[in-house]
């Protein structure tokens, strides 16, 4: 079964593509329009090699691979992703994101980024370690990054200075 075709059935049995459900509760998950955003962007990585970092409960990694992404999502907690993406070809890692970077070797087509902790402490440290993972001529898609504007959440303005600091040579 697909990871897609799962969801799917969930959706129709309990509602969860709508981010309730075991897919998540409802205004804590990625919006629909974000969540078409990154689909209509990942389809042409069919086939290829997919980082989400920020697995949540599942939802866009299954997603993913129900495109043909072959898909490792990484998050520092399981919450619910494991059995969500049970059987569906998913590589599910609970770990921080950057001890997984700094330990691993792969390299990926597509990566993309949905932290909730934006500090220009993380994005300092995983700035590095995010390029080294993109291969050439990648992409990454960084979702959460303007959470500074939302006042209880002020102090997350790392992915600014990420942008800002990017190569000239890169496409903002």
């Not at 129709?12 to 459900?21: D, K, R, V, Y």
């Not at 974000?34 to 990585?45: C, D, G, L, M």
């Not at 960084?142 to 600091?165: Q, T």
Request: hydrophobic share 40%.
């Amino acid at each position: 079964m697909t990871a897609l075709r799962k969801a799917e059935l969930e959706t129709n049995t309990h509602g969860c593509q709508a981010g309730i459900g075991q897919w998540g509760i409802p205004g804590w998950g990625m919006s629909q329009d974000t969540h078409e955003f990154i689909v209509k962007r990942a389809k042409k990585f069919s086939g290829k090699k997919v980082l989400e970092i920020g697995t949540s409960r599942g939802r866009l990694a299954a997603t993913l691979a129900d495109l043909g992404c072959l898909v490792t999502t990484v998050d520092k907690e399981d919450r619910g992703a494991a059995s969500n993406l049970a059987e569906t070809g998913i590589t599910v890692v609970v770990q921080d994101a950057k001890k997984f970077l700094a330990n691993s070797q792969e390299v990926y087509d597509l990566i993309i980024v949905d932290l909730h902790d934006n500090s220009p402490k993380i994005w300092s440290d995983l700035s590095f370690l995010l390029t080294q993972a993109l291969a050439h001529k990648g992409k990454i898609l960084i979702n959460n990054a303007r959470l500074h504007a939302i006042p209880e959440w002020s102090e997350e303005f790392g992915v600014g200075e990420f942008l800002s600091n990017l190569p000239s040579s890169w496409e903002n």
